[in-house]
């Protein structure tokens, strides 16, 4: 069964801010680097950042000092903040594992709407 719940998306401004959430199962959070991916419309999923078990932390240039992602250790929680948000954010932003599992798992994403 999917093992990962996103949460948090909706429709802002560019300019705006929203914070993601994704709570993962044990099993996928515990020891391994998690990540933020996004689909846009007509696009390639891309991985967006990542972090390590430890707390270290990257991302894609294009979004390098607008997002931070942390993780909670205890909660089995990631999360993305975003500032500072574009019309070429809008995506449905889905967190898993980096990298993936064989074959990846997906939750149900959160749908994040970026207007003009």
């Known amino acids: 069964q999917v093992q990962l719940v996103e949460s948090g998306g909706g429709s802002v401004q560019a300019g705006g801010s929203l914070k993601l959430a994704c709570v993962a199962s044990?099993?996928?959070?515990?020891?391994?680097?998690m990540a933020w991916y996004r689909q846009a419309p007509g696009k390639q999923r891309e991985l967006v950042a990542s972090i390590g078990t430890g707390g270290s932390a990257r991302y894609v240039d294009s979004v390098k000092g607008r997002f931070t992602i942390s993780r909670a250790n205890a909660k089995n929680t990631v999360s993305l903040q975003m500032d500072s948000l574009s019309p070429e954010d809008t995506a449905v932003y889905y967190c898993?594992?980096?990298?993936?599992?064989?074959?990846?798992?997906w939750g149900q994403g959160t749908q994040v709407f970026v207007s003009p």
């Open positions: 044990e099993r996928m959070f515990r020891h391994n680097d």
């Open positions: 898993n594992t980096n990298p993936l599992r064989i074959p990846p798992e």
